[in-house]
């Protein structure tokens, strides 16, 4: 069973922008961290943005402050990444998490999705 199904990217042009969704089920999600991650080619995997569970506290990777926004909905089962002003450098394989635990690296995630791609040309 999939337990997180990431949707929404695509191939954008810098400057615009995507809402990445990660719909969740078989899980309590009101129960469980949310985490977006992305994975450049050749490169680790990276956290970028994390909420907690009632959507209250956010935490963002410096590269995308301000323009990158997580939220959460706990009736959908759905957390959110809204990017704006995307850069070519954005360019990434963008996955979700969850985990019911506080201060969990990325090794240690409960769920992860399969992943959305989001291309930015110049």
């Known amino acids: 069973q999939e337990h997180l199904v990431e949707s929404g990217g695509g191939l954008v042009q810098a400057g615009d922008s995507l809402r990445l969704s990660c719909a969740a089920s078989g899980l309590r999600f009101s129960t469980y961290r949310m985490y977006w991650f992305r994975q450049i080619l050749g490169k680790e995997r990276e956290l970028v943005a994390a909420i907690d569970r009632s959507g209250g506290r956010t935490d963002y990777a410096d590269f995308v402050k301000g323009r990158f926004t997580i939220s959460r909905d706990n009736y959908q089962n759905v957390a959110s990444l809204q990017m704006n002003s995307l850069k070519p450098e954005d360019t990434a394989v963008y996955y979700c998490?969850?985990?019911?635990?506080?201060?969990?690296?990325?090794?240690?995630?409960?769920?992860w999705g399969k992943g959305t791609q989001v291309t930015v040309s110049s």
């Open positions: 998490a969850a985990d019911v635990l506080d201060g969990v690296t990325a090794g240690d995630m409960e769920y």
